[in-house]
């Protein structure tokens, strides 16, 4: 593999398919090449046990069609920005060579996510280090080629709210992302019917409460709405963004709205 055009850093199996389905979804219609990198198993979560999200994750890739999904196998609620997180992203980044990176909010109030945003962060400068973990070094830098860093780092949205920088367009998709979500029923859903898994004594919490959906909906609605579309998600940047097509950035499809 050459290099992915989109690779998606998600502390827990369904942090990717909830906070950038529809963006993927936008990208595999696209013919786009992405991955998500799992950094944990989710074994800490309320519901539903490792073997199942695994289950869940393997659907929700069906869907997607991905090009990779990797698991780090860090242990969940205890992610720290740290050598070893670092290390890690490092060692995949320059693996899968993206052109953009999608990773938490290096402030978002969920520590794993913080630490994967933060981590993710300087992991993105350090993948163009050669003599930083020179044994994932290799090919990273030549004398003919600089070294490889991502091009573009976008932090998504969580549910407890961004400031977007960019609103991607989901209207078209946004049943597809919903379904999607479906995929990771433990989290989701209504009690698991195979109470003999473990992790299947099914606690009510806010994500599978009865009203999660409407509330999911609208808040891409809210942030479509900042940007006049229907659906959006939301994206922000540590830094400034740059413009290269600039034809297919300024150009206003017929119909459509200044």
């Not at 929700?60 to 999904?69: D, F, G, N, T, Y």
């Not at 995929?183 to 009690?191: H, L, R, S």
């Not at 479509?224 to 290269?244: I, M, N």
Request: hydrophobic share 40%.
């Amino acid at each position: 593999m050459e290099s992915l055009d989109i690779l998606v850093l998600a502390p827990h199996p369904d942090d990717a398919e909830l906070c950038c389905g529809g963006l993927l979804l936008k990208a595999r219609d696209a013919g786009l090449s992405f991955g998500i990198i799992d950094v944990t198993r989710g074994e800490m979560a309320t519901r539903g046990s490792v073997r199942q999200r695994q289950k869940e994750a393997a659907a929700a890739s069906r869907i997607l069609k991905l090009a990779v999904r990797d698991n780090l196998g860090l242990p969940d609620g205890h992610l720290r920005d740290d050598e070893t997180l670092r290390r890690e992203l490092v060692r995949k980044l320059r693996r899968y060579r993206p052109h953009t990176v999608l990773l938490p909010h290096w402030e978002d109030q969920h520590p794993d996510h913080a630490a994967v945003g933060q981590a993710g962060i300087y992991a993105a400068w350090l993948a163009g280090a050669p003599r930083f973990e020179p044994s994932s070094g290799k090919g990273v830098a030549s004398a003919d080629r600089a070294p490889y860093r991502p091009k573009r780092l976008l932090h998504y949205n969580n549910r407890y709210g961004i400031n977007a920088d960019i609103v991607i367009d989901i209207s078209s998709v946004i049943d597809a992302k919903m379904e999607l979500a479906r995929c990771y029923v433990t989290q989701f859903g209504p009690a698991a019917a195979d109470a003999s898994d473990e992790g299947a004594g099914m606690l009510q919490t806010r994500l599978s409460h009865a009203g999660f959906f409407d509330w999911f909906r609208g808040m891409h609605a809210y942030y479509g709405s900042q940007a006049g579309v229907q659906y959006g998600e939301a994206y922000c940047s540590k830094g400034p963004l740059c413009v290269e097509a600039v034809g297919s950035f300024f150009a206003n499809p017929e119909g459509a709205p200044l």
